[in-house]
């Protein structure tokens, strides 16, 4: 795996690997950009709006059309780059995780019922066109991962690494987190921001979370700041954060 970040936290500051935020990334979202080479204009990359679900190793599934053009470009050339982005980035899309994964999409003769079940739980309304029999699964066989993880942070992820990392286990509940940090809690991170990250905040919004730690961006004196501050703990729940940020909270008034 090679990571290169110009404005990556101190190494002493723990935080999940690019690996585990790919794999986070792609369990959180469903829909991707498909890019293929195009049979009617040798050279050029045609690029398609696609649904996907993950399979156990994480590599992307398709259920698409013989008719479709992509489909198309996939049995001649088998070679695609499917773009994840981070949803609801509103006016700040390059400030947003975001991955690009390149491999061989090939169709899965024989889908297994854990395929078929994996891709409705993502797609319910693919019931209605899955039995067809112009549709058939594609599966993206991951070489290479880039992944960037917002300014200054990307790196490519070996496909091995990809395969083998877990999403992160507050990726269902982090934003629920963020937010009630946010509007109930704003004095606490501004002492959290304070105590454990050395910032002189006015103000500090907490705006990414996972189970080794979160990110606050501060309002101060000298501008806008960020900082990553670790939990002293792994958490792996609502509950274990909002313990541990509460500790948190009393470390920092005692000052």
């Known amino acids: 795996m090679t990571e290169h970040a110009s404005s990556a936290p101190p190494s002493d500051v723990p935080e999940p690997s690019h690996a585990e935020r790919a794999r986070t990334l792609l369990a959180a979202e469903s829909v991707g950009t498909l890019a293929t080479q195009s049979t009617r204009h040798p050279g050029w990359p045609f690029a398609s709006v696609m649904p996907y679900a993950l399979m156990a190793d994480g590599s992307p ?11 198309q470009n996939l049995v001649a050339d088998p070679r695609a780059s499917l773009l994840v982005m981070q949803s609801g980035s509103g006016s ?4 947003a995780p975001r991955a690009t994964l390149l491999g061989h999409a090939r169709r899965v003769d024989h889908a ?5 079940q994996a891709y409705l739980d993502r797609h319910p309304s693919a019931r209605h066109w899955i039995g067809f029999s112009d549709f058939s699964f594609f599966q993206l066989e991951v070489t290479h991962l880039y992944f960037v993880g917002g300014f200054g942070v990307m790196g490519w ?8 990392a877990a999403p992160d286990p507050l990726a269902a509940v982090a934003a629920g987190i963020m937010d009630h940090m946010n509007a109930e809690h704003a004095d606490a ?15 500090a919004t907490m705006v990414a979370c996972d189970r080794l730690g979160f990110v606050v961006r501060a309002r101060t004196a000298q501008g806008m700041k960020g900082a990553r501050i670790p939990f002293p703990r792994e958490v ?20």
């Open 61 to 71: 599934l398709f259920l698409i059309s013989g008719m479709a053009i992509h489909t």
């Open 157 to 164: 992820v070996g496909a091995e690494d990809y395969a083998l």
């Open 236 to 255: 792996r729940s609502s509950d274990q954060a909002r313990e541990v940020l509460v500790a948190m909270t009393r470390e920092a008034r005692k000052g």
């Open 92 to 95: 700040d899309p390059l400030g």
């Open 112 to 116: 297994g019922e854990a395929a078929r």
């Open 189 to 203: 991170l501004r002492e959290i921001a304070r105590h454990f990250a050395g910032l002189d905040a006015e103000e």
